[in-house]
């Protein structure tokens, strides 16, 4: 007896994007192209703009792409079987979106700042975030768990799609940087720094907040060198794309002036090429670009969410048939490029990956929880002080108690405080 899911308003949506083909034809307009290079098959395909990209990908660098995404994997693997253990309040998985985010992530150069949500594990790896250090947020032990500064990769956003308003921003200081820098130097043309844009990632559920409309006209009116990295993975937590858009979401960069392309996210060889381009569009001061990757979120919306409600396994595992990293192994075989040594050494070093992530989470210490009361405001607050005051005096109460539960008892007894949040 086949399975049945509870009936929603969404019943009969389409999984694909042949709905929006139709969208597009009732508008008298041809279907987007997906830009695609290689297919599910492991074979490349050719494209007039991008297959020039894509040959400079040299097979060093198409291996260490893999390795990448396999290391991701792994870590995400590893994150989600922490949570389950205890060892993190929530984790939010990637798997299937591992091309979009290497392929991107790795076409960024060091100059470029990048705006994640909270999902873009494997653009901190290419960004090289310690990804041990990553998990410090979701284990509740930081409000981020690294310094931007080190690595033009920000802290992962957690509110829907005000990240990309606070590219668009860190944009155009970038322009307005490079003028006062040229002005400076007397020369009137940009400095001799090189020239940087910024990626700003959110999903196709965010792309129907008001933040991503506001976002795209100013950098659209100020010509703003920013990406938009939309990655439809088709699922809003349980809302379908289609609920979002009638057509692809790429188009919908037509009604602010600047160009949308869609990829297929799921080939890194296409992601990594087309935002090359875009990248270089942004820098060379042509404007923005949209960029839609078109890919599958294979798993859970986070380790508090249950896909199957919602949708079948049946439409999961056609997706796992384009698997991202099952393409590219068969790419890499055919063409002699690695070999069985190389994707044993693969294995071995997510494996390690794993180690290292798991022990140095265990070892991850609660702070303090006078740290909060610390860093509420930037200077100190005399009600803040009274607060502590009275914290202090209480939980010397429990001063014989065993450490553990004294502190969590703290933290309760803190967060319920009738002045608490003054």
């Known amino acids: 007896m086949g399975t049945h899911l509870p009936s929603t308003e969404f019943d009969g949506t389409a999984v694909d994007d042949q709905r929006e083909a139709d969208a597009e034809a009732v508008m008298g307009e041809p279907p987007a192209p997906m830009v ?7 074979k ?3 494209d007039p ?3 020039d990209y894509a040959r400079k990908l040299t097979p060093e660098v198409l291996r260490g792409l893999y390795a990448d995404m396999a290391a991701i994997r792994r870590f995400d693997v590893e994150a989600t079987a922490l949570q389950r253990q205890g060892q993190l309040a929530l984790w939010v998985p990637l798997t299937g979106q591992e091309a979009a985010q290497i392929g991107s992530g790795r076409a960024s150069q060091p100059q470029d700042y990048i705006f994640p949500t909270y999902r873009e594990h494997g653009v901190a790896l290419t960004r090289n975030v310690d990804l041990a250090e990553l998990l410090r947020q979701f284990r509740g032990v930081s409000n981020g768990g690294w310094n931007p500064k080190d690595t033009n990769f920000h802290l992962y956003t957690l509110v829907l799609a ?13 322009q307005r940087d490079q003028k006062l820098a040229a002005t400076a130097a007397g020369t009137g043309n940009p400095a001799a720094e090189p020239a940087a844009a910024v990626i700003a990632y959110f999903g196709d559920g965010a792309s129907s907040e ?7 006209v100013f950098a659209s009116s100020y010509n703003a060198p920013v990406v938009f990295f939309c990655q439809n993975n088709h699922w809003a937590i349980s809302v379908p794309t289609e609920v979002q858009t009638k057509v692809p979401l790429s188009n919908r960069a037509k009604g602010y002036g600047f160009p949308g392309i869609r990829v297929d996210g799921n080939d890194v060889i296409a992601v990594h090429a087309v935002t090359e381009w875009a990248l270089e569009h942004a820098r060379q001061g042509k404007g923005p670009v949209l960029i839609e990757a078109f890919t599958y979120r294979v798993g859970a919306h986070t380790t508090a969410d249950d896909p199957t409600k919602y949708r079948q396994a049946a439409e999961e595992d056609a997706w796992k048939a384009k698997d991202p990293l099952a ?7 055919s063409e002699g490029m690695a070999d069985q040594e190389f994707f044993a050494k693969v294995k071995a070093d997510g494996d390690e990956l794993a180690a290292y992530v798991r022990r140095t989470t265990h070892d991850l210490e609660t702070p303090d929880i006078r740290t909060a009361f610390a860093n509420t405001y930037a200077e100190a607050h005399p009600l803040v002080a009274e607060e502590l005051a009275w914290f ?8 014989g108690e065993e450490p553990a539960a004294n502190q969590a008892r703290q933290a309760v007894t803190a967060q319920a405080s009738p002045k608490a949040g003054h």
Not at 327 to 332: G, I, V
């Open 392 to 399: 202090e005096e209480y939980s010397a109460g429990f001063a």
């Open 49 to 51: 703009v991008f297959t």
């Open 327 to 333: 393409r590219l192994e068969k790419y890499l075989r």
């Open 44 to 46: 490349l395909g050719f």
């Open 210 to 216: 008001g933040d991503v409309h506001e976002s795209m």
């Open 162 to 174: 005000a990240q990309t308003l606070h590219a668009v921003g860190y944009a155009m200081g970038i």
């Open 36 to 42: 695609q290079l290689l297919g599910p098959d492991g």
